[in-house]
């Protein structure tokens, strides 16, 4: 994992300073609110429903244990003991005091923390696969890229006020794990037909309002190009990426509007300039950074262990989670576990400081102190013995962070919603209970198989609801809540945006809505299909008409 | 009230005029007064000739608005000795761009001034990205704020990006160590 030197922590400490004084100011009235904005903004503050919003950035979703126990920490001290793990790999807290903010910035500096640019118009954290350096298909590690590309973004002066946010991720492997093509910029990490690694460039993706997805601008671009090939992309979208309306300024609007080609043009012609120039990535510097991710210390192990599958054929319960919770990994006898943070009864995401100690514990003890974040909302273990796995499971389940249910139907990623985001249509977080109670058995859930269920409080699409398999997006009609349904949305290679089933539910239709979508792929499905497959076989029309064939008529209130 | 402006890193007075253009107004009517001032580019291009000599000598500069591209002044960059960049509001960034472009692309070396809504809490981005003359709205700050927001400018004292103030990225300014150091 990447650790600062004199220069990470100077600039981090010198940005607290900043924000310290700025705070002080606004409170004695010398900054207004205006002012104040984007500043506490660039510095992770949000002014929510309840109370400010505090959003830490956890650069491509790693912590180590120490700052999994600071996080603890600040929950304790700062908040009401827990806090929210976000789809884009931020850490959020819901009750912190707006004067507490400079403190609790301090708290993270010292363990290499901060919440830079985790919102405003400007280049917000930047996300990699979460299991990097771990996973089999993987072509080279993300993780040095995006820590130089972090760098570069970081109090980066020419691009701190953007017509819009923009964010950036990094795929690196065959299998998209990412959703590469909902970013503002999609880098896919390839090598070319000489051997040489470099990226295939996407830009113009994002959910929201108008969900587009990205499109190829370059092929291949080498990788000492990637700051000067960044830095034209964004020179572009600065200087023309439309101002006059909030939902029009999103890079995507720009690329729709010029073309993917024109667009691409453009930044070739920028890029001309500054490539070739001192934003070259140099050998050293990128041999500096990838030390940083050097494998950990394996042990030599065999890939077969007879204890371990003893195990595994005596205790139903413990196969079950590893069937589901636990990935193959590059390295013989060892694993990568996903700990659930999706267990029925607590909102989706929501961690408690108890938790995040136990798993900064389990991290200390089972996988070199390191966990990673995944936008699924849960947390890996991305290095455990598998000789280790009965024991970490143990100590998982005895605090609820083992529901083996990765990748299935309460696995669902939803947004924090009515609740607590102003911006909110609608609540989301008493959908996703009242599904997850529903469907608890797991015997149920396991018949039904891999399924994303994705749930956004309005059309922001915080919750990523135009690729889940089925997406539920809260709408306002007259003041009261209601639901939109879609289904055949896929995130990973295949990207691909749901479509609306027909007007929106109630509330307390919507569980009943989930069955009858259920059912009817049960009734459809050929074997070895997933929902989403039979989606994409049969179409939308024959769950449409179960799902509508006996709505209540005076349910039929709502077109929206 | 304030009429100072912060040039190279220290308060100083100021009394250039910027001329605008309103509604209405056409550039190759308006008055352009005597002394100091600083022109939008449509009175400049529509009155070039005119306005030339005083051009020269450093009295009239022209700002470009926002979202005007810089390379309508690129063949004027020689004679000009001020230009000024606009912010319509600090949260427009354009302006940043345009100012990179001038310093990097362009080569220009005169004063490069920051007009409309300039705020302290930019002024640390804003000269690394080539300002060296911040002109803060009258009335904005009182002469002791502007004193203390100078401090400001060196917020960030090693940045990690290359910028017109740092030509080199921080892996190329600094000597950063081989990493090996950390490896387990
Ligand atoms: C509670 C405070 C939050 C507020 C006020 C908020 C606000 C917004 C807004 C306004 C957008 C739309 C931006 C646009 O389309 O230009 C957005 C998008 C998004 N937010 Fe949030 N959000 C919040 C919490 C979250 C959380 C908790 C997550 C993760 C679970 C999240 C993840 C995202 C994602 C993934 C997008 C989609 C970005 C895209 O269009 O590509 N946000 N948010
Ligand atoms: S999707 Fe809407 S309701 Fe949900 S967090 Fe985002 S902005 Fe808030």
Redo the contacts between chains.
Sequence with gaps: MY?Y?E?DQ??LD??V??FRD?MRRHLAG??SAD?FR??RLQNGLYIQRHAPMFRISVPYGHLASRQLRKLAHLARSYDRGYAHFTTRTNVQFNWPKLEDVPEMLAELASVQMHANQTSG?CIRNITADPFAGVAADEVADPRPFAEILR??A?????????PRKFKIAFNSAAEDRVVLRVYDIGLDLVRNEAGELGFRVLVGGGLGRTPILGEEIKPFLPWQHL?SYCEAIL?VY??WGR?DNLWKARIKILVKALGPEEFGRQVEEEWA?GKDG??T??A??L??????F?P??YETLPAQDAAFDELLAGNKAFATWVKRNVRAHRQPGYAAVVLSLKKTGTAPGDVTAEQMDLIADLADRFS?GEARMLHEQNVALADVRRTDLFELWQAARAAGLATPNIGLLTDIICCPGGDFCSLANARSIPIADAIQRRFDDLDYQHDIGEIDLNISGCMNSCGHHHVGHIGILGVDKNDEEWYQVSIGGTQGNGTTLGKVIGPSFALDEIVGVIEKLLETYVELRHEDERFIDTVQRVGTEPFKVRVYADRQPQRKAAHV | MSDKIIKNGRVVADDRLTVSLAEGEVPADIAVPAGPVLVPLAVWQARREELLARARSGEVGVWLAA?EDVAALADDLGLLQIVGLHFPK?????S???A?LLR??YGYQGELRAIGQV?R?QF???T??GFDALQPQAERYTDE?LEAAVA?ID?????????VKD??????R?E?????E???
């Design positions: 650790q030197d220069h100077r600039l010198q940005r300073a900043q700025q010398e900054l002012e984007p500043l118009n760098q570069w970081t109090y980066n002066p020419e691009f701190a006020f953007l700051i020179r600065n200087r101002r300039n001192p934003n990535i140099t050293a510097e041999a500096r950074v990838s030390a940083h050097a950990p210390a070199f | 979202g600090f949260t427009d960034g354009r940043y761009s345009a990179t990097t692309r705020l809490d640390n981005y804003m690394r990205c704020q400001s917020d960030f004292t090693q940045p990690y990006q290359r910028s030509p080199l990225p921080l892996f190329r600094v950063r160590g081989t990493g090996r950390v490896q387990q």
